[in-house]
C-alpha cells in the first residue's frame, strides 16, 4: 500500500521538499534555491527533478500517491500560485496542474500559512484543537484559521489574511498590499526594524542600536540588544507586542479560539516577544474572553511546519 | 409526525414567540413583555405558559417536538444565558434546562445575532451561502458568523462578538463592556446619537437636529433629517459607515466571506447607510478582496429573522 506523500515548502529563497509519513516524520529531504532558474516552467523542471531524484535514492518511487505544497499566496481551489509579491513569477501560476503533469501524481496546495496552521493541527501545538490560529511572523506576517476543526479557507481561498488588518488608519507605514496601517508593516522583520529606526531618531536614549546604519539594521540585531537590556531595542518589543497584542484581541471577539499559536522567525524571539504580548492581548482582551485563550509559540520551530502541513494536506485531501 | 417546533426570540423588551414549520411559515405567533414579571423563575413560568396557550389554541400540543431560542448573551453549548446586560435578570440563568422541565420538550439554544444569521441562512439572504457573515445594528451590535457552511461558535460558545472589536484605541467612547472604542459604540442606535451630537457640538452648520435637546435625539429624528437633506445628518451617517465599512474590511480579510448581511434597526435606514457603507468597505478592502464581497440588507427585515433563526436551529439540532 502506498503510504507516503510528497511535501514541499515553497519560500521566496528556498524551496524545501521532503518524503513524509502519515505520523508527519521526515524520511529525506532536499533543499535548493528557488531563485536558481529563470522561468516558472524551469522552476517546475527543477523540482520535479529534485522529487525523481528523492524518490529513487530511497528506492520510494512506487511508495508515495501524492504531492502536497504550501507557497505563498497559493490557492487551494483553483492550485494556483496567485500575484505572489515575494515570488519572481509574476501573474497567475498554475502550478498543481503543471506539476502533476511532469510527475504524473496528484498535487495539492494551499498557502504557506494555511499549510503551517495544518501542520499545527496535524503534528503540532494544535492537536486536538477545534478552535484556534496561527500566526507565522517573518518576512511578512501570515496567518491560518481553524473552526470546527476545519481550516477556513472562505469563499475563494483567500482567508487568513491577519497581516492585512489595517491597525492604524492614520499611519504612514506603506504595506506591500498598497494600503497604510497594516498589522505586517509593524509586526514582521521589516516592521520591527522600522519602529527601531522611528524610535531611535525620536529620542537620545544611549543604545546599541546607534553604532548600526539604519539600512543595515535586522530584527536579529535588535534582538540581541533587547537580550543585552538595550532599552530602545526593548521597546521595539514592547510597541510591537502591543499592536500584537491588539490585533490578536480583536480577532478573538470574532473567532473565539482556544489558542493562538505564533510561528515565524520572530518567534525565535522567545520571552521578549511573549512576555510583553501576553500582557497587552489580555489587556486588550473583552472581559468574556479574557483568562481563556492560550497564546503559545509552535512546538515545531525547528521544524518546517508549512511542510508538515503540506502533507497533512496530501493525506487528507 | 410530528413536524413543527416553537421558535422564540427574546429581547430586553419583549419576548416573540411562534409555532413554526421547516419552510420558516408561521403557523401562529404570540408575544409579551419581557419585563413584566419580577424573578426569572416567573419569567420561565409565563413563558410555559404562553407556549402551551398557543399550542392548545391551534390544536398542536401533539405536533411540536423542540424548541429553539434566541437571547441576549445565550451560550448554544452551556444552554445558558450569561450576563446579559440587556436583560435584567444577572449572573447566569440555566434557561434551557429550566424551560424544558417545565414544558417537557428539548430546548436548544443560541444567542440573538447568531440566531439571526441562521435565520438568513435558512430562509433568507444566506441561503446556499457557504462564508458570509451577519451584523444587525440595533441598540447594539451583534454578528453571526458563518464558515464552511457552519455557524461560528467558536471554542466557548462566544464567538461573532464583532460589535466589541475595538475600532479606535485612543477614543474616548465608553462601551458597556468596560473598554473604549468598541465597534458598537459607534455603529448602534445610541452611537448614532452621540456622533451627532459631537458633530453638532463642533460645527455651527444649521441643521434640524438643533431643534431637538441632544438627551432626547434618536437615531430615526438623524434618518429623518438626514431624507430631509440636513448636512450634520448626513455627515452622521458618512461617518458611520465609514467605521463600519473600516471594521467590515478588516474582517473580510480573516474570513473572506462570499456576503455581509445587514440587519437591525439601523438597517432601516436604507441608502442613507448603504451608500457611503459601500463606498467606504470598498476602499478599505485589501485589493485582493475588492468588488468581490456582496454588502447587502437582509431580506427578512419585516420579519423577526431571530425568531426563523431559532426555529431552523431547533430544526437541526
Tied chains: 1, 2.
Excluded at 512506487?62 to 483553483?78: C, L, M, Q, R, T
Excluded at 511572523?137 to 501570515?142: A, F, M
Excluded at 509593524?186 to 543604545?207: I, N, R
Amino acid at each position: 500500500m502506498k503510504k507516503y506523500v510528497v511535501a514541499i515548502d515553497i519560500g521566496g529563497t528556498n524551496t524545501e521538499l521532503a518524503i513524509v509519513d502519515e505520523m508527519g516524520l521526515i524520511i529525506d529531504g532536499k533543499n535548493f534555491n528557488t531563485q536558481s532558474v529563470s522561468s516558472f516552467e524551469d522552476y517546475i523542471s527543477e523540482l520535479s527533478l529534485e522529487i525523481s531524484n528523492i524518490l529513487i535514492k530511497n528506492n520510494m518511487t512506487d511508495e508515495v500517491f501524492k504531492v502536497g505544497i504550501g507557497a505563498p499566496n497559493a490557492n487551494f481551489y483553483s492550485g494556483c500560485i496567485e500575484h505572489a509579491p515575494n515570488l519572481k513569477w509574476k501573474g497567475v501560476l498554475p502550478i498543481s496542474k503543471m506539476l502533476s503533469e511532469k510527475i504524473n501524481l496528484p498535487v495539492v496546495l494551499t498557502n504557506d500559512a494555511n499549510a503551517a496552521a495544518i501542520g499545527e493541527f496535524s503534528f503540532g501545538e494544535a492537536a486536538n484543537l477545534k478552535d484556534f490560529f496561527l500566526v507565522t511572523i517573518g518576512t511578512g506576517l501570515g496567518s491560518g484559521f481553524f473552526v470546527n476543526n476545519e481550516l477556513v479557507y472562505g469563499h475563494d481561498g483567500f482567508a487568513g489574511e491577519l497581516g492585512h488588518v489595517i491597525v492604524d488608519c492614520k499611519s504612514d507605514r506603506l504595506c506591500g498590499c498598497g494600503r497604510y496601517g497594516c498589522l505586517e508593516t509593524f509586526v514582521s522583520s521589516s516592521g520591527v526594524v522600522k519602529t527601531a529606526v522611528q524610535l531611535l531618531e525620536k529620542s537620545e536614549v544611549p543604545s546599541l542600536l546607534r553604532k548600526i546604519s539604519p539600512t543595515e539594521l535586522t530584527s536579529l540585531d535588535i534582538a540581541t540588544a533587547a537580550e543585552a537590556g538595550d532599552k530602545i531595542a526593548l521597546e521595539v518589543f514592547d510597541f510591537t507586542a502591543k499592536i500584537l497584542g491588539f490585533a490578536l484581541a480583536n480577532t478573538v471577539a470574532i473567532t473565539s479560539p482556544q489558542a493562538i499559536i505564533i510561528s515565524g522567525g520572530l518567534a525565535k524571539s522567545g520571552d521578549l516577544l511573549m512576555v510583553p504580548l501576553k500582557e497587552h492581548f489580555e489587556n486588550f482582551l473583552l472581559p468574556l474572553f479574557k483568562n481563556k485563550v492560550d497564546v503559545k509559540y509552535s512546538s515545531l520551530l525547528e521544524k518546517n511546519t508549512g511542510m508538515l502541513g503540506a502533507a497533512a494536506l496530501a493525506f487528507n485531501n
